[in-house]
């Protein structure tokens, strides 16, 4: 009996697709993301992104943030092209017109229902992989922060609730105030 063959998919899949399906693909395998983000997720990430923007332009920094929808490449082979909620890069040679090619430093995921697993399992093991410096899974649901520090011999968490204000590992003088923000 032969055995089914599993296709893999390429880099040039993953640009090839519509621009109006999200998808990210991961170790050759498509990824569709079928359900679009609720409000509070939204609120939460335009929140984070406006926080972190406007600390790093504060600061005069020269780290870049990205929120979705925004390519991160972190296999140089192209096996492996995600999306984070939030993306903050702060080496510039990693920026290229399609997105990021390589780790970024921090990633922030924001938790919807139907894909918690893949944000708690699979994306932190492929992110602590792959070289992210600072991994944070928001889970507005438990309103809970689990902040996952990757880049020490063996990582560490610390989790934080929606009351708590947050530093920032990656900058030494960043807080997040979770308590205040609008959602």
Known sequence: MASAQVELYTEDDYYNLSE????????????YNQAAP?????????ELYTIIN???????????????????KLRENGSTIVEPDISVICDKNKLTDRGCTGAPDWIIE?????NSSH????????YADTGVREYWIV???KERIFVYHLEK???EVETYTFHDSIPVGIFANLQIDFDSLDY
Not at 38 to 46: E, F, K, W
């Open 38 to 46: 609720s409000r509070v997720h939204q609120t939460i990430l335009g």
């Open 110 to 114: 924001i938790v919807s229902p139907s």
């Open 119 to 126: 944000d708690y399992i699979l994306k932190l093991n492929l």
């Open 139 to 141: 889970d507005s649901y």
């Open 54 to 72: 406007n600390h790093i332009k504060s600061k005069g920094g020269s780290c870049r943030v990205y929120p979705a929808p925004f390519a991160v």
């Open 153 to 155: 011999e063996h990582f």
């Open 20 to 31: 109006d399906i999200r998808a990210e693909l991961i170790e050759g395998d498509l990824i």
